[in-house]
């Protein structure tokens, strides 16, 4: 089952402006992943922020991570209509690759030109 | 940069055909690769996990005897999905790690199998 849930569960903008999306989870996590999906495509890594570690940066993306909350944030800034897509979070409880992702429901991004 | 091959990306077949789903490591060796089924506008779960050399892990609800893994090489797994009905259709998607069991990296995904039932 899911264990994460990500809100909201749709979001809307306008070019130029930053979307933020929020996910949370329930259990100790080694890292916490972000990953984004085109429709009907497969997934696409994002970042990957280590449960040590609060912040971290890529190009336009901002996540965030609060294990004391259990919650993490993805900015994207400047959004572009490219950026339309839905995107999920996804922890994983092991420290090797080879560890299973638990996923979160996923946010539908529509970014308006 | 890592790359995973899916295959077919799309099947349309009638009730009963027994279909055959590729999952690849181009670039990279995977003792471990993992299978999900999507439906529509919902988020992915876990099917089983393929281990090389084992047997897959299923999760906890997925037919073992309905959803057919093999782990062939450290490069190719399958999924078959045995005499499909209507209710199959869904999108499966594969993914293998990355890193070669190095801590912290990410997993890299095939672009997915839309399967339909007919």
């Known amino acids: 089952s899911q264990q994460g849930e990500e809100d909201p569960q749709a979001l809307s903008i306008q070019e130029g402006e930053n979307a933020t999306m929020n996910c949370s989870y329930k259990t100790s996590i080694n890292n916490l992943q972000w990953y984004r999906q085109n429709s009907g495509r497969g997934l696409v890594h994002l970042i990957l922020i280590r449960s040590n570690e609060r912040e971290k940066h890529s190009g336009r993306l901002r996540v965030t991570l609060d294990t004391s909350k259990k919650s993490s944030s993805l900015l994207i800034t400047a959004s572009r209509a490219a950026d339309t897509a839905s995107y999920f979070c996804a922890t994983a409880r092991g420290e090797t690759s080879g560890s299973r992702l638990t996923f979160g429901e996923g946010t539908q991004l529509t970014v308006n030109p | 940069g890592a790359v995973v091959s899916q295959h077919p990306s799309r099947v349309i077949c009638k009730s009963g055909t027994s279909v055959k789903i590729e999952c690849r490591s181009l670039?990279?060796?995977?003792?471990?690769m993992f299978w999900y089924r999507q439906f529509p506008k919902k988020s992915l779960m876990l099917m089983a996990t393929?281990?090389?050399?084992?047997?897959?892990?299923?999760e906890q609800g997925v037919e073992k005897d309905k959803f057919l893994i093999n782990h062939a090489s450290l490069t190719l797994s399958t999924l078959t999905v045995t005499s499909a009905h209507p209710e199959d259709s869904s999108f499966y998607i594969c993914?293998?790690?990355?890193?070669?069991?190095?801590?912290?990296?990410?997993?890299?995904f095939g672009d997915g199998t839309r399967l339909s039932i007919l």
């Open positions: 993914s293998a790690p990355g890193g070669q069991g190095r801590s912290n990296q990410p997993q890299h």
């Open positions: 670039d990279f060796q995977a003792t471990t």
């Open positions: 393929s281990n090389e050399g084992s047997k897959a892990t299923y």
